[in-house]
């Protein structure tokens, strides 16, 4: 009875550890980033503040809203999404301004119009009505903030997404209890995991939602075997 008292303790305390370190370290690193540094995170941000000026989500082709051209243009890009949005005279960390008239993959990307295209609009929509909905609380709301608050939400979806993982490893590796902590923890402390989460976008959510889903088989398909 000690010894299994114990390892619940230490289990409770690991999975505090290890969320708390998650939870940290996501919050730090998204405050750390430049504003678009994560992979296409304008665009994510665009789709969901199309959502707060149209009330519904945009369609591949759609446009960035205007609003957020100052926003846009008042920090710099990775060179990638500095090209996209040349229209604007967005800057990237170089301090460049590209012109459309010398780069062939903006001409084909803007489709000859003068307004920058949302083309990451084929996501599912809770993650950006979740975000959207957040700035409608906040309608004063500086875009910087708002950014920081979507980055936040997906450092909270990481976590739980660790504590779903947990469990699945339960079902598999329910003998070695210090393998579970292994694993955890080689992916909490993972860079590009944890890059991967502290940025605007739909992946963490949807990692959660594969995560549950694969509990839910595991937890189904072990109990008939029983």
């Not at 990775?78 to 590209?98: C, D, E, F, G, T």
């Not at 459309?100 to 000859?112: G, R, T």
């Not at 209890?177 to 944890?194: E, G, H, K, R, T």
């Amino acid at each position: 009875m000690h010894k299994q008292t114990f390892n619940l303790f230490s289990t409770r305390l690991f999975l505090v550890l290890i969320v708390t370190f998650i939870l940290v370290r996501g919050i730090n690193l998204s405050i750390l980033q430049m504003p678009f540094e994560g992979w296409d995170e304008y665009q994510h941000l665009a789709v969901a503040d199309y959502i707060v000026e149209n009330g519904t989500k945009p369609n591949y082709g759609d446009y960035v809203p205007e609003k957020m051209y100052e926003f846009l243009s008042r920090h710099p890009h990775p060179s990638l999404s500095a090209m996209q949005l040349s229209h604007i005279r967005a800057k990237n960390y170089q301090n460049k301004i590209w012109s459309i008239k010398d780069n062939k993959w903006v001409d084909s990307l803007h489709l000859e119009t003068s307004k920058p295209m949302i083309y990451q609009a084929q996501h599912g929509p809770i993650y950006y009505y979740i975000i959207a909905g957040l700035r409608m609380l906040g309608p004063e709301m500086t875009y910087e903030a708002w950014a920081d608050i979507a980055r936040a939400v997906n450092v909270i979806f990481a976590a739980l997404t660790i504590l779903v993982w947990f469990k699945i490893l339960k079902i598999y590796c329910n003998k070695n209890q210090y393998l579970i902590y292994l694993v955890l923890l080689m992916v909490a402390v993972n860079s590009l995991y944890a890059y991967n989460y502290a940025h605007i976008a739909n992946d963490p959510l949807a990692i959660l939602f594969f995560s549950i889903a694969l509990l839910l088989f595991s937890s189904i398909y072990y109990s008939t075997q029983r």
